[in-house]
């Protein structure tokens, strides 16, 4: 087999779910160049891991002929897709028109992959869900389990001097975000306890709340670093060094998750069989409401009881 494809668009996490699919075909041949058409803010991580090779954009206007049924297709493009040997598609197409137009490009193996998992019994982790195509090349996912190093940043690079948590407090859903008041008692308690310094991380999905829970935390003198505007690659690489991560079902989460790093993960509404990261260092406490109103501040510091243990006191 020669040059592979991945085309993948969807949100953070939608693209680090699959990831253990790329990272599979990297490790099964990893002298093959590995491509991948996506989101190029999100994708690049694949090449910041060392799992692909290139990115290139799937935001062109000429890529909308390919889901239209017997159109002019673009040469540029037809050119591109018949240069791989295998092309794997996890993009929206339900009337199967991209798919027949790849095709008509020239592409000779083309396996199609879910937009997204199912969440149905027997509830199969997403990510092993998402790597069932590559079974067509002999290829089977064991576990969905990552440990990938990102490059360091100039923020990352100096984080080994000292102790982090890390915490990001937001995710794409409301529903699925834990009260700031809540998680402020909970760093006010491990700031008591513990000698470590911590990280809030915040994205686009928390632009307009951030400063609110800024603002709790100044309001109970916890100190804090507030990392925003990182590139994922160099957001990965802080988790790469990070002490613990605190967070929801989220896609920052599940990036925490592929860093390698130690946590602990709110559940409410969402099936973690399905959406939680594989990580085993990644661990989970869920409502049994599947509402996270019902997790008090005592559940989250008893969960957090083993891993603060073993950790330096500031009585020390």
Known sequence: MGKILFIRGGAVGDFVLTMPAVHLVRKRFPNNE?????????????????IADRVRSIEDARLATFFVPGATL??????????????????YDPD????????????????????????????VSASLQLAAPLRALALYLESADLTLNYPDS????????????????????????????LWA????????????????????????????FLTLLDKRSIPFTHLQGL???????????????????????HLAASAGAEGLLLFGP?????????????????????????????????????????HPSRRN
């Open 34 to 50: 590995i491509q991948v058409l996506g989101y190029p803010a999100i994708a690049s991580l694949a090449v910041a891991s060392g």
């Open 231 to 253: 590139a994922l690659s160099e957001l990965g690489a802080v988790f790469n060094h990070v002490d613990f991560y605190l967070g929801h079902d989220s896609g920052i989460s």
């Open 185 to 212: 008692e909970v760093l006010s308690e491990l700031h008591r306890q513990l000698d470590v310094d911590f990280l809030i991380t915040s994205g686009e999905a928390e632009r307009s709340t951030i400063k609110q």
């Open 270 to 310: 969402t099936n973690p069989a399905v959406w939680a990261p594989a990580s085993p260092k990644m661990k989970r406490l869920v409502s049994e409401s599947q509402s996270l109103g019902s997790i008090s501040v005592e559940n989250v510091l008893e969960a957090l009881a083993h891993w603060s243990s073993s």
């Open 74 to 91: 673009d040469k540029e493009w037809c050119d591109y897709f018949s240069s791989f040997d295998v092309v794997v598609s996890y993009l």
């Open 154 to 181: 100039s923020q990352s690079a100096a984080m080994d001097l000292r102790r982090y948590v890390a915490l990001h407090p937001g995710s794409g859903s409301a529903s699925k975000n834990w009260s700031f008041g």
């Open 96 to 123: 199967g028109y991209f798919s027949d137009n790849l095709t008509r490009s020239g592409v000779q193996t083309l396996l199609s992959g879910p937009f997204r998992a199912v969440d149905e019994p027997p509830f």
